[in-house]
């Protein structure tokens, strides 16, 4: 019998964690004989992915756009339409929101037929932080700038409606779905605004063979720090250039190279940061990357010896387990899920403890790299894909229901 299984993302082309976990999901479900439909606001560009991450191996039946008009509560989606994608819905053996963190995807109309079929993986909560600081807005308006209705007056006359069904919306999915999350600092912040409902800490897949291979055979390494990150406002990546300034001070022989992938939406954030720079006169020590593809990132992986990680409380830190195996020594800030696997040594509160960290750090020898680049085996993509196949194929056969009891009774049961 077919197995048919529905994976939500709203943009595979922004070039983040979320989405390199998206296509190993994909990957791992293909590998389990799945029929995968893809439902999505942007339409891959494949080609670009790629380059980002290299070659991977998936089937897809079809991409669809999807239609987000429930959560928002236009009224040219009735009900009625909302019963026929239900009705569509269950034809799937599971249906995946990978992007839970702050895309709401949830159908009333499916409560009970679906329920303990659909897996909501959230990275940590953000919809109601970012509603309740404005913040959600410029999402919204980029889904609905992407669907058949548009956006502008339509959205202006009700604002207000749209962020409340949001809120709404996003409450019903996050105590109607099988939540999965990526650290215990994300599960901590979950169960803190909804009660005990994560089933599961699944740590998000690294290609720890690729980077370790790669960088960590060379034994030259320059004065270099690497900054690996989107390049969006929340990311906070002008904390890295503010180290570099007080580096600059008292330590003269050294690069801070600053990588990441960007979507048009954020090159105002990129100018603030080229402007920032120039005014910070760090010409010649901060430069920035954009959208560089694997192979180029691998080599300037290899000639460089930190990972200088800005953002304060992020939930895990993809770039940070990529350096680590790669043999940097990662330089991060002490509160967030990435504290749970950096030793403490390398934790900083201030740009000054920052500062004194990258200083040591200069001087770690290769024997230590390894050590550093080990501590990631246990994220590689075959430890990630086997846990994720063992929760869906318990959540296939035995049909785990999503009550508090239930879920206990599973957690005793080490799932993962």
Wanted: aromatic content about 10%; overall charge positive.
């Amino acid at each position: 019998m077919t197995k048919y299984v529905k994976i939500i993302h709203e943009d595979l082309n922004a070039g983040g964690g979320s989405e390199r976990l998206t296509i190993t999901m994909m990957e791992a479900l293909t590998e389990m004989g799945f029929n995968i439909d893809l439902e999505t606001i942007t339409l891959p560009d494949w080609n670009r992915i790629k380059k980002w991450y290299g070659k991977f191996s998936l089937k897809i039946d079809q991409i669809k756009k999807m239609n987000l008009s429930n959560i928002f509560g236009l009224s040219e989606y009735t009900n009625k339409d909302w019963l026929n994608v239900a009705s569509e819905e269950e034809q799937y053996s599971l249906i995946i929101n990978a992007h839970g963190d702050i895309l709401p995807y949830y159908n009333p109309n499916n409560h009970g037929k679906l329920q303990g079929k659909i897996i909501t993986y959230c990275h940590y909560p953000l919809t109601p932080k970012l509603v309740n600081n404005g913040m959600y807005k410029k999402f919204l308006l980029k889904i609905l700038q992407n669907s058949k209705f548009g956006y502008g007056l339509n959205f202006y006359f009700r604002e207000k409606k749209l962020l409340s069904n949001v809120l709404k919306t996003y409450d019903l999915m996050m105590k109607n779905t099988i939540i999965v999350t990526n650290s215990e600092f994300s599960k901590q912040a979950i169960e803190n605004c909804y009660g005990n409902v994560v089933l599961s800490v699944l740590s998000p897949p690294v290609d720890v063979d690729i980077f370790r291979k790669f960088a960590l055979t060379n034994q030259s390494r320059e004065n270099i720090i690497i900054v690996l990150s989107r390049y969006s406002p929340d990311k906070k990546i002008e904390s890295a250039i503010r180290i570099a300034k007080v580096l600059q001070q008292v330590y003269k022989n050294y690069k801070m190279i600053i990588i990441g992938n960007i979507i048009k939406d954020n090159y105002d954030y990129y100018r603030y940061l080229q402007s920032l720079i120039s005014l910070s006169k760090l010409n010649d020590h901060v430069k920035l990357y954009l959208n560089v593809p694997l192979n180029n990132l691998l080599q300037l992986m290899a000639t460089s010896k930190i990972l200088l990680h800005p953002t304060v409380e992020e939930p895990f830190g993809i770039s940070i387990a990529e350096g680590m195996s790669a043999g940097l020594v990662p330089v991060v800030p002490f509160k967030g899920g990435n504290t749970e696997f950096v030793p403490k040594q390398f934790h900083y509160k201030t740009e000054e403890e920052a500062v004194k960290i990258i200083i040591n750090a200069m001087d770690i020898s290769y024997n230590n790299r390894l050590k550093i680049s080990t501590i990631t085996d246990i994220f590689s993509i075959n430890n990630f894909k086997n846990n994720l196949k063992i929760l869906i194929q318990d959540l296939i056969e035995k049909e785990i229901t999503i009550s508090s009891h239930q879920i206990k009774k599973n957690k005793e049961s080490n799932i993962i």
